[in-house]
């Protein structure tokens, strides 16, 4: 049993080890913050670039909007670099040409609070992981606002980007990014587009006035989730070319002048608790095959609700098709073996269900169908 004394000198020793321990935490802590400096534009250089040259992995450059506009194409070649707009955001201007930030390569770096506009491209992304863009403004270019290329982990929240001349944001071969937040609007082609490009999320955006909203080509595995799409001049959302096993949830489409979702070529996708109102069409299938639908709400489309052409083995289940201008869901010929359960779909101006082959209905509520024994 150890004494009184033995137990004094114990608790000094392992306090004396915790203090010497804390000490080093605090110096090494300091040596991190002193290598990290930060670099003012305009007052320690004049341009953009100017401070990107001479900066350091984990450098600051703040960017006063006082020295706007930057008439520059800001070329950014080390990892780790965080380029930051004071809250009254600084404007990068190409006066037509070239690429307003080009990151080719790197890793780690942030680009916060800028307003980019008059460029070819107003940002691009190649061969770049875990960087983060955020409440930027991309505007005013003519090929695609936002490039991104063979980059993965990325980070796209609270960013602006209208009025350009091509896509808004466009993803080739990358994956695993995120985007959230973002207001993709008035672009003449797809508000976001993504080609090759997997497992990405894309939460909460709102996607309005573009030619089509959002277009998946071979891509698979990404998640849409709470985005908002209203009047796009074309389909809201297009999924073709083996777009597979992506995941649509809560998402709410309205005003589209074509399909609210159109699906081609495209198998094993799941809808969930969609809203699709006012469109042209609401969902729209052909040549696909092993889709579900659970729960979505379509009213009020100029033609069908739902209509599936060419596909089999899909499910529909718990879907609500009210107020259609045409049939509420509809089958042509060469669609079977489809599950079509405890559907409701009432209003519509011709048949709430048509069934053109061979499907299966149970517990479907409608007043009437082409065949009888649908409507329950």
Do not use: H, W
């Not at 009254?88 to 980019?116: C, K, M």
């Not at 277009?215 to 597979?244: H, M, P, R, W, Y």
């Amino acid at each position: 049993m150890k004494t009184s004394k033995e137990k004094f000198l114990l608790t000094a020793i392992l306090l004396t080890f915790v203090g010497v321990l804390l000490v080093g935490v605090v110096i090494v802590a300091g040596i991190i913050f002193l290598n990290e400096k930060t670099i003012v534009v305009p007052d320690d250089k004049p341009t953009i670039q100017d401070a990107v040259d001479v900066a350091e992995p984990g450098d600051i450059i703040l960017v006063k909007a006082s020295g706007s506009p930057y008439l520059e194409n800001v070329i950014i070649d080390k990892d780790d670099i965080k380029l930051i707009g004071t809250k009254v955001e600084p404007i990068l201007d190409g006066a037509g040409s070239g690429i307003g930030i080009d990151i080719d390569g790197q890793s780690g770096v942030l680009v916060q609070n800028f307003i980019i506009q008059n460029y070819d491209q107003g940002i691009s992304l190649v061969d770049s992981d875990t960087t983060m863009f955020k409440g930027n403004t991309v505007t005013l270019t003519s090929e695609e606002a936002i490039n991104i290329e063979g980059s993965d982990s990325n980070v796209f929240k609270k960013n602006s980007v209208t009025n350009n001349e091509s896509e808004g944001i466009k993803l080739t071969d990358s994956d695993t990014n995120k985007f959230e937040g973002n207001t993709v609007a008035l672009n003449e082609d797809e508000g976001i587009q993504l080609e090759d490009s997997n497992s990405n999320m894309l939460k909460k955006n709102i996607v309005t006035g573009n030619r089509e909203g959002i277009k998946l080509i071979t891509a698979e595995n990404n998640v849409f989730k709470g985005n908002t799409l209203n009047e796009n001049t074309s389909e809201s959302i297009q999924l073709e070319d083996n777009s597979n096993t992506n995941v649509f949830k809560g998402n709410t489409v309205t005003l589209g002048a074509a399909e609210g979702i159109q699906i081609e070529d495209s198998n094993s996708n799941t809808f969930i608790r969609n809203t699709l109102t006012q469109n042209r069409e609401g969902f729209s299938l052909e040549d696909s095959n092993g889709n579900t639908f659970k729960g979505n709400t379509v009213t009020l489309s100029e033609n069908e609700g739902i209509k599936t052409e060419d596909s089999d083995g899909n499910l529909y289940k718990g879907n609500t098709v009210n107020v259609n201008g045409a049939e509420g869901i509809l089958f042509s010929a060469d669609s079977t073996g489809n599950d079509v359960f405890f559907n409701r779909a009432f209003g519509n101006v011709d048949d709430d269900i048509f069934d053109g082959d061979t499907n299966n209905f149970k517990g479907n509520k409608c007043d009437n169908s082409n065949k009888p024994n649908i409507c329950n």
